[in-house]
């Protein structure tokens, strides 16, 4: 497969453990695209506290139990984990920014590439030229279908992105992104970007990458698929 000329990318890889399964299986899947754009890990440990209410959206869905995915009451679907996912995003998103580059791109501890490398480079250049062209401020690739959105080329238009495992953003608009997080209340990040970026959040057709089968450290539920059915690190 013939792959377009790549535009200048920094993949951020956020990981939580790096001796864990999950996230050594997410190193071996990203870490080889570092041979054709920058590539940085950062470790942010698993936050286990107090919530901060104060500018959260949601208040009121707040629990301080680290397992709460598991021991979920009265809709209490925010808690320590997710807090430290939307924090982890953030200042990845915001000290990341760099004019003398194309596009950032944030990945989850727990997040591999369903498809072969060179397939995978080839689907970077397609959405940013798509993305460019159509004043799009993020694009997440782990497809899920079309939750409110219209199919435009490889991605829908979207008021919602049901992950946030892989997403791309361009350099051009992402002051806009960064404007936002320091401004507006926080959520889950996966609705965060759905709340904030509306119309100019876009979902991929194709679910080109995913989370490996186990617990997450967001909510201590099950996530993702096994191991088997993903490709890790195939040039």
Excluded at 57 to 69: K, L, Q, R, V
Excluded at 197 to 204: G, M, S
Excluded at 212 to 223: E, N, R
Aim: proline share 5%; charged share 20%.
């Amino acid at each position: 497969m013939i792959i377009r000329k790549l535009p200048k990318i920094r993949l951020v890889h956020l990981l939580t453990d790096p001796s864990n399964y999950r996230e050594i299986a997410s190193i071996a899947s990203l870490q080889p695209l570092s041979a054709h754009m920058e590539y940085t890990q950062v470790v942010n440990p698993r936050f286990t506290g107090v919530v901060p209410r104060e500018n959260a959206a949601h208040p009121e869905h707040i629990s301080d139990d680290p397992e709460f995915g598991l021991n979920r009451v009265n809709r209490k679907y925010i808690g320590p984990g997710t807090w430290g996912c939307f924090q982890a995003h953030k200042s990845a998103i915001i000290n990341s920014y760099d004019a003398n580059l194309d596009y950032l791109l944030v990945c989850e501890c727990d997040c591999v590439i369903n498809v072969k490398l060179s397939r995978f480079l080839t689907i970077l250049a397609q959405l940013g030229a798509s993305m460019s062209a159509r004043d799009m401020w993020s694009v997440f690739i782990g497809g899920h279908g079309a939750p409110n959105g219209s199919k435009i080329d490889e991605f829908y238009f979207s008021e919602q992105s049901v992950d946030a495992h892989c997403v791309l953003y361009p350099m051009a608009t992402l002051p806009n992104v960064i404007r936002l997080l320091e401004t507006e209340k926080w959520a889950p990040f996966d609705l965060w970007l759905g709340f904030m970026l509306k119309r100019r959040l876009a979902v991929t057709v194709g679910n080109f990458a995913s989370q490996v089968a186990g617990k997450s450290l967001v909510d201590g539920t099950f996530k993702g698929k096994e191991l088997g059915r993903v490709v890790l690190g195939d040039k």
